[in-house]
T-cell receptor, first 113, second 118 residues
């Protein structure tokens, strides 16, 4: 079952603009992770935010986490054509000592030059 | 390259044939995960290993699917009697989970094996 749901499902912007993607999840988490996937490729880990953190930065990425609302957002500033990809949020499933990631369906970002 | 590698990258097979995929994790990682991803969806968990022990396999899609990690290093995923519905991207990920440490398990993914069943 899907844990997270990203919103919007698709986003098209011009190069230089900021892109914001949102993620909602269902159960309690101890961290939330964001991944990028270029078309037909594997996933690249972007950033991990722990449940006791509210905001985290990495280069042009900013992630926020609101555990009371069970939501997270990923902001990409000054977007580039190379940022075109699908972005997924994922949270670990530690129930039953599994530890696998549960992914949403992703946001497909298109950055036009 | 010290990342996760998967072979083959692409596999085309006929319905009813068996296929086997290999995953080589990052060398010091003790956990290895298999996921399946269909078009327009996020990855879906199949199974995982800690060292050579397969700790969860109830999410394997059917008894036609099996996975091994015989020496706690590389892993194989086998699909027997393939069906057209098995066509998907099969992703492997690895991580290093510290015993007794905080549960923060960053998973690193391989490039995937794209399976097409004709």
């Amino acid at each position: 079952s899907q844990q997270g749901e990203e919103d919007p499902q698709a986003l098209s912007i011009q190069e230089g603009e900021n892109a914001t993607m949102n993620c909602s999840y269902k159960t309690s988490i101890n961290n939330l992770q964001w991944y990028r996937q270029n078309s037909g490729r594997g996933l690249v880990h972007l950033i991990l935010i722990r449940s006791n953190e509210r905001e985290k930065h990495s280069g042009r990425l900013r992630v926020t986490l609101d555990t009371s609302k069970k939501s997270s957002s990923l902001l990409i500033t000054a977007s580039r054509a190379a940022d075109t990809a699908s972005y997924f949020c994922a949270s670990p499933n530690y129930g039953g000592s599994q530890g696998n990631l549960i992914f949403g369906k992703g946001t497909k970002l298109s950055v036009k030059p | 390259d010290t990342g996760v590698s998967q072979n083959p990258r692409h596999k085309i097979t006929k319905r009813g044939q068996n296929v086997t995929f290999r995953c080589d994790p990052i060398s010091e990682h003790n956990r290895l995960y298999w996921y399946r991803q269909t078009l327009g969806q996020g990855p879906e968990f199949l199974t995982y290993f800690q060292n050579e022990a397969q700790l969860e396999k109830s999410r394997l899609l059917s008894d036609r699917f099996s996975a091994e990690r015989p020496k706690g290093s590389f892993s194989t995923l086998e699909i027997q009697r393939t069906e057209q519905g098995d066509s998907a991207m099969y992703l492997c990920a690895s991580s290093l989970l510290w015993a007794g440490g905080p549960i923060v398990d960053t998973q690193y993914f391989g490039p995937g094996t794209r399976l097409t069943v004709l």
